[in-house]
T-cell receptor
Framework: EAGVAQSPRYKIIEKRQSVAFWCNPISGHATLYWYQQILGQGPKLLIQFQNNGVVDDSQLPKDRFSAERLKGVDSTLKIQPAKLEDSAVYLC????????????????FGEGSRLTVL | GDSVTQMEGPVTLSEEAFLTINCTYT??????LFWYVQYPGEGLQLLLKATKADDKGSNKGFEATYRKETTSFHLEKGSVQVSDSAVYFC???????????FGEGTQLTVNP
């Protein structure tokens, strides 16, 4: 079974520029997550989708970050304009729903997209 | 809000040494607890989990017991190998949702 695919693996941009990251979850997984992992810290949830609807975006800096999951499959995370403090690894994860369909099951993570903002 | 605190790293051990990485948590309700591992150049992988008090999760020689009385979920392994060198993250999932809250991670290096 193919894992969670992310691209690009690495991106270097100047501050105030924009960047987009793409994620293709494991086939059939209803729930998709974007996490931000700053060097030396644990991952922090930015946004969670279930199918194509947003479940939790309480920690997403909405003035500069946006995400979409059209058609409930792959997803794009955009940062515009980027700041120095956005330098981090952006992790995408997906999970199936449990048998009851009420909760997400185990999370499977992609390898991440490393962003450096100069 | 929910939080996870891990012992500060990095941790450096010799092969076959005993490993303990401490993890304590703060949460309302009865969260599920997890250990994730991140090998160099790879994504996070679930190592083990426990969903209720006194449960013991185990995998690849690693163990952790969910201790509600001490709000802890310490990771242990009796004899580490060089291949165990990685960053280990403790995490919790709140009772009602699916969001994972992670600790800051502990870098483990095992020398031959």
């Amino acid at each position: 079974e193919a894992g969670v695919a992310q691209s690009p693996r690495y991106k270097i941009i100047e501050k105030r520029q924009s960047v987009a990251f793409w994620c293709n979850p494991i086939s059939g997984h209803a729930t998709l997550y974007w996490y931000q992992q700053i060097l030396g810290q644990g991952p922090k949830l930015l946004i969670q989708f279930q199918n194509n609807g947003v479940v939790d975006d309480s920690q997403l800096p909405k003035d500069r970050f946006s995400a979409e999951r059209l058609k409930g499959v792959d997803s794009t995370l955009k940062i515009q304009p980027a700041k120095l403090e956005d330098s981090a690894v952006y992790l995408c994860a997906s999970s199936p729903l449990t048998h009851s369909g009420r909760k997400a099951g185990e999370l499977f993570f992609g390898e991440g997209s490393r962003l450096t903002v100069l | 809000g929910d939080s996870v605190t891990q012992m500060e790293g990095p941790v450096t051990l010799s092969e076959e040494a005993f490993l303990t990485i401490n993890c304590t948590y703060t949460a309302t309700g009865y969260p599920s607890l997890f250990w994730y591992v991140q090998y160099p150049g790879e994504g996070l992988q679930l190592l083990l989990k426990a969903t209720k008090a006194d449960d013991k999760g185990s995998n690849k020689g690693f163990e952790a017991t969910y201790r509600k009385e001490t709000t802890s979920f310490h990771l242990e392994k009796g004899s580490v190998q060089v291949s165990d060198s990685a960053v280990y993250f403790c995490a919790l999932r709140e009772t009602s949702g699916s969001r994972l809250t992670f600790g800051e991670g502990t870098q483990l290096t095992v020398n031959p």
